[in-house]
């Protein structure tokens, strides 16, 4: 129940398309939803985040929708860059429970230009 | 603030030899992780601290394994005797808050040959 499963493992897409990247979750008590950003020989960084009181949350060109009745949440880069090519990981908590951070396993993005 | 420092950045290093990772988290915080990666398993929890107390070491993959915080400012990650299997890229977070806000280290590669 504490798992995040993550899809696709890799995605490879066009400078200037859209790169979405799916997360779905069993447990009904998460109610906050970061993306992390990991460049190569980095740690990975928060990048956005979502709770379950509102079904989107935009930053830029990076989008989160939530969708709470299918348990799922996605990440939509739009115009994609060459620059945002790296490894993102969405993640779950409980916050009022004050349980940590639940990890997906992590999608490899590539841009090509 | 320098963020959460972790050395070496590299370690290479025989098998059957002592290895120790360190970390120095963000001051203030008082949740600290420490995470392996690798190709294979993605972003494993190894161990977890909060006020300088271990809460969940169920990720630690054996008893050659162990991680110490003797303050708020320092941790420790041991492994001995260490294996070519333990090669990966190990990291270390902070966050004030259990279930959010994790600032990661850039992490320290290590080799065992």
């Known amino acids: 129940q504490q798992q995040v499963k993550q899809s696709p493992q890799s995605l490879i897409v066009q400078k200037g398309g859209i790169s979405i990247i799916n997360c779905a979750y069993e447990?009904?008590?998460?109610?906050?939803f970061p993306w992390y950003q990991q460049f190569p020989g980095k740690g990975p960084a928060l990048l956005i985040a979502?709770?379950?009181?509102?079904s989107e949350k935009k930053e830029g060109r990076f989008t989160i929708s939530f969708n709470k009745s299918a348990k799922q949440f996605s990440l939509h880069i739009m115009d994609s860059q060459p620059g945002d090519s790296a490894t993102y990981f969405c993640?779950?908590?409980?916050?009022?429970?004050?349980?940590?951070?639940?990890f997906g396993e992590g999608t490899q993005l590539t841009v090509n230009p | 603030d320098a963020g959460v420092i972790q050395s070496p950045r590299h370690e290479v290093t025989e098998m059957g030899q002592e290895v120790t990772l360190r970390c120095k988290p963000i001051s203030g915080h008082n949740s600290l992780f420490w995470y392996r990666q690798t190709m294979m398993r993605g972003l494993e929890l190894l161990i977890y601290f909060n006020n300088n107390v271990p809460i969940d070491d169920s990720g630690m993959p054996e008893d050659r394994f162990s991680a110490k915080m003797p303050n708020a400012s320092f941790s420790t990650l041991k492994i001995q005797p260490s294996e070519p299997r333990d090669s990966a890229v190990y990291f270390c977070?902070?966050?004030?808050?259990?279930?959010?806000?994790?600032?990661f280290g850039s992490g320290t590669r290590l080799t065992v040959v």
């Open positions: 447990n009904t008590a998460f109610d906050y």
């Open positions: 977070a902070s966050s004030f808050h259990l279930n959010y806000g994790y600032t």
């Open positions: 993640a779950a908590s409980m916050e009022t429970s004050g349980s940590r951070l639940t």
């Open positions: 979502i709770r379950p009181d509102v």
